[in-house]
């Protein structure tokens, strides 16, 4: 079992920053893709949207919103995805989850499987 474990959200300012984290522990075998997903207000689970994601090359996704004013990174020593998100605007309010495609021991095998974090809420007003 793999827990995901987020942080970082809160009320902001129009134009301000706020840098989300999650990191990830328990079976893992290896960490491939992260991501940070949102669900606006008012939205369902399944219209989550990506924001931004990460391979375990280093390579980035953006959705183009949120391109020039979000980083996403990560740090494998600590299984963490991070997402800085600075110039925040009303329209990037919603509750924010990490996605990680990962790794884990199963007996003498790897299977490879994806968790989604608890959810943290970013709320940016006036």
């Known amino acids: 079992q793999v827990q995901l474990v987020e942080s970082g959200g809160g009320l902001v300012q129009i134009g301000g920053s706020l840098r989300l984290s999650c990191a990830a522990s328990?079976?893992?075998?290896?960490?491939?893709?992260m991501g940070w997903y949102r669900q606006a207000p008012e939205k369902q689970r399944e219209q989550r949207e990506l924001?931004?994601?990460?391979?375990?090359?280093?390579?980035?996704t953006y959705m183009d919103s949120v391109k020039g004013r979000f980083t996403i990174s990560r740090d494998n020593a600590k299984n963490t995805v991070y997402l800085q998100m600075n110039s925040l605007k009303p329209e990037d309010t919603g509750v924010y989850y990490c996605n990680v495609k990962y790794g884990s021991w199963w007996y003498a095998a790897v299977r490879y499987l994806e968790g989604w974090g608890q959810g943290t809420l970013v709320t940016v007003s006036s």
């Open positions: 328990g079976n893992i075998f290896s960490i491939n893709d």
């Open positions: 924001v931004a994601s990460i391979t375990n090359g280093d390579s980035t």
